[in-house]
Every structure is written in C-alpha cells, then in structure tokens.
C-alpha cells in the first residue's frame, strides 16, 4: 500500500502499534483505493500518550521560552524543505488536488509553528503598582492539551493546534479524523527529529470512542476540537464535567454580500473560492452567496463560464484544479443535497451531477433563486455547491445573513469601503472579509461565534487558550491585621 506508515500511533517519541484495535482503512478517494491500514487506539496506547505527555510537560514548561522556539522554528524549515513529499501524502490521503496541497495545507502549518516560534519568547506577565506593596502576573501553561482534527485540512489543523500549544509550554496528544489520519503522523516524526523531547506531541487514531477517552482524562486541561456542531455539542459536554479549557472550531453556513458595485470579476473569483476550493470542503466557505439585484444577471452568467472551466480530475495531476470529494459517504450526502435544492424549487445554473468516474467526484454546482427557507440555504453541505440569493437593500441582506444558528464567517463585496465595513459591524461572524474571501494567515484570529464555536485558534489570541494568568501579591510591609 503506497502510503502505510510504519505504525498506526506515535507516542512518547516513537512509532507505535497495537493490533488489538479496530481497523482503519485508508482509501484514496479518486479511485476508492486503500492506500493505508491502521489502527484505532487500544486503551493500552491512550494511556501511555497521556502518561508521556504529563511527563513530558513538566520539564518542558519550565524551559525557557526561547529554547522552545527554535525547535519549532526547525521544524517548520523542515516542512517547507519537504513539501513536495508531505504535499503528495496530504493528496492521497485527502483527495485535494496537488495544486491545492502544495501552497496551501503544509505551507500554511509552517507558517504557524514559525509564527508562534517567534510570539512565544515575547509573552510576559505585568506588574500592577499598589502603593507599596505591588502584584506581579505569571503566564504559565495549561498543561496537556487534546487536539481533535477535522478530515478538510489534517495537516494544517494539527500544526495550528500544536504550535501554540507547544510553543506555550504544554503537551498535547492530537487525535486526528479516522478519514484523514497520515499527515499528523509525520508532524510528530519532524518534531521529534527537529528536537522536540519525546513525550509533547503525540498521535493516536481512532473514531469517537477515542476522542471521549481522552476529552474526559483528568490529566487533561484542554481540548481543542475542529469539527461539526453536533460532535462539539458532544466534546464541550464531556469536557465540561472536568471544567476543562475549550476552544472549538465548528461548521458554518456563512453569508457572502456582494453589492451592485462590486468588481465582478473579483466577486464571482470570491464565490468559487468560497465555494469549490477543496471541492467545497470547507467550514468558512461562503455557501450563501447574496447578490443585489441589479448585478444578479451578469455575475451568474459569469459564474456560469467561469465554473464550468473549471478542471476536474486525477488530483495527482498538477493541472488539476479540483479533485473528488473526501469519501463516498460524503459524495452520497452532496448529492442528496442537490436532489432537495431541485425539488424545492431552486434554479440549477451548471453542475449538478456526479462526474469523474471511478472517484468521489460532483460537479462544481451553482443554484440560483435560492430563498432562505430551503434546505440548501440553511444546512451546511461541505460539498461544491453554492446558492445564490437575491437582495435589494443593506438592511435587508444583513437581516437576512444573520438569521442563522452559525456563525463562523462573512465576506462583503462593494466598491464603497464605508458601507464595507459599516455592513461587516453588523453581520454576526467570528471571520470576516471585505472584498476578499477564506483568506485565513496565521497572524489573524479565527473562529466563530454562536453555534460555530467558541475561542479562537492562531494571531496573538491564541495566547489566552493556552495559557493561564497566575497573580502573586507582594506585601512590602508589615501585615495589618484587625485581631
């Protein structure tokens, strides 16, 4: 099998495997080819990833800050020095096409264990005068932090949980999806050979059984999930009975304004990033695309062209633009999705049908005349397909994008900068874009607010999720006591 690694898990420093539990197939979605066969982690391998992170975490926490930071530093040299090889892993085991995984999975997990390499030396505490006597504050970290992966982005989603978490001094064990489990494998081998002490960054596969093993550990003083709404109801329950930190990255089904004055051609290249950049696989996507009236007609007609240039294919083919959908699973619920947008009466623009064949593949796929009570305006697809809807004032398009429970992203297109960001103000998102769309650099906050999460993952923010203030009050005087 072309993409076996040498052992289901990685703990404590090394590979690890233990046959006992249940099989993992790994299937290259192109052609339904099993390219890998893993293991889920028995309660054995759980336990001694979170025994070797509190071990390890101790020692690490006390080391200085800048120490830390250069083997993250080395590691992310390593990983744009080997992109090309971990690029080809992320395509086989995601199906996203190498046009895709070359500059934006790896590269952008680089970014991070840089970017947090370097924050990490300048974070201090304060010192708060109280006369004579005065406090000081301690930034120290959290302790073992559990990382849980989405299948979209495997790669980039466990280098965003680690290099802060270990950049602040905790361990983490990272759980990755069972869909997705290769990449995550290899972060922890380049950190290990980057010099990270054994025992900080530790991968153990396995489905949600897993996931409630270690979310419910007591060792555990932080969980960081990226998935859908109902698995995060699920983590934010269980992690509560240990009043555990949280952060939760989760779906979306996030509105795109785009005003008459908007550059065209800037809009519709928006919309299909928004909506068909891994095959749509995307929980930021802008799936409501609100175009006013008055420029409804030309941007479908150039949405139209545009999206049916678009080439499909065999993802390890470096012109391919867009590949197949992640599993079969995921193909068969898209497709029930474009079924319920035909029957409930929207209007199919282009796309619409499975295509590519053997593969997972669907049609980048475009629906106008979408009004909000449909299904495909209010349930997240994760699949190529977009709904446009018409609007014709300010007031009414931003009533209209906040009446949802998610709450992850919004982007606005107009020519008018005041009514841009007068309009992003008002709209209920954690992310959001003026004239531009899923552009997600490490520097910047990124999450959600209502039902898409809670807590924000990379930029300065990331700082208070895995770090906790510690305050020590120096008396400098005698003590004043009434008794």
């Known amino acids: ?61 006390r080391m200085r800050p800048v120490e830390r930071s250069r083997i993250l530093r080395r590691a992310a040299d390593m ?29 952008s997990g680089a970014d991070a264990l840089e970017f947090f390499a370097g924050l990490a030396p300048s974070v201090t505490g304060e010192t708060i005068p109280l006369g004579q006597d005065f406090v000081y504050t ?34 983490m064990v990272f759980k990755p999806s069972e869909v997705t489990p290769l990449g995550a494998l290899k972060l922890a081998e380049i950190l290990i050979e980057a010099g990270l002490p054994a025992g900080l960054f530790n991968v153990v596969q396995g489905r949600g059984a ?18 859908s709404v109902p698995t995060g109801r699920k983590v934010y329950a269980a992690a509560a009975e240990g009043v555990r930190h949280v952060t939760m990255e989760l779906g979306g089904k996030s509105p795109l304004v785009i005003f008459d004055d908007a ?41 139209a062209e545009r999206s049916e240039a678009i080439r499909m294919g065999d ?86 994008a906040n009446a949802t429970d998610f709450g992850l992203a919004a982007g606005v297109f107009t020519a008018d900068l005041a009514r841009g960001h007068r309009v992003v103000a008002q709209l209920q998102a954690g992310t959001c874009w003026i004239n531009a769309y899923n552009l997600t650099p490490v520097e910047s906050p990124f999450g959600g607010s209502k039902m898409s999460g809670v807590g924000r993952e990379n930029g300065k923010a990331a700082i208070e999720h895995y770090t906790q203030v510690k305050s020590v009050y120096v008396g400098m005087g005698p003590v004043d006591a009434p008794y």
Request: aromatic letters at 6%.
């Open 315 to 400: 993802p390890l083919d470096p012109e391919t633009q867009m590949g197949p959908l992640v599993s079969q699973a995921q193909l068969d619920k898209v497709l029930g999705y474009i079924g319920k947008a035909k029957a409930e009466g929207a209007r199919l623009v282009c796309g619409g049908e499975a295509s590519v064949s053997p593969g997972c593949y669907v049609q980048p796929t475009v629906f106008a005349d979408v009004t909000d009570g449909m299904t495909l305006a209010c349930e997240e697809v994760f699949g190529p397909v977009m709904a446009v809807l018409d609007f014709d004032t300010e007031e009414e398009v931003i009533a209209r």
């Open 1 to 61: 099998m072309k993409a076996q690694p040498e052992a289901s898990h990685f703990v404590d420093g090394r590979y690890l495997e233990d046959a006992a539990g249940a099989e993992i197939e790994v299937i290259f979605p192109a052609t339904g080819e099993v390219i890998a066969r893993l293991h889920e982690a028995t309660p054995a391998v759980i336990e001694a990833a979170l025994a070797s992170a509190a071990r390890a975490q101790a020692e690490w926490g």
């Open 263 to 303: 550059d065209l051609e800037s809009a519709v290249g928006a919309a299909m990033l928004g909506n068909f950049y891994s095959a749509g696989q995307v929980c930021s996507n802008g799936t409501r695309v609100f175009v006013q009236r008055g420029l409804k007609d030309r941007f479908l007609k150039r949405l």
């Open 138 to 171: 301690l930034r120290e970290p959290l302790g073992v932090c559990v990382g849980i992966g989405a299948w979209n982005y495997p790669s980039q989603i466990a280098c965003w949980k680690a290099a802060p978490a270990l950049a602040l001094g905790n361990a």
């Open 79 to 107: 990983i744009r020095d080997r992109n090309e090889a971990l690029s080809l892993l992320e395509t086989l085991d995601t199906g996203k096409p190498l046009q895709e995984t070359t500059v934006a999975d790896w590269p």
């Open 210 to 227: 897993v996931g409630g093993a270690l979310v419910t550990d007591p060792r555990v003083a932080k969980v960081s999930l990226t998935g």
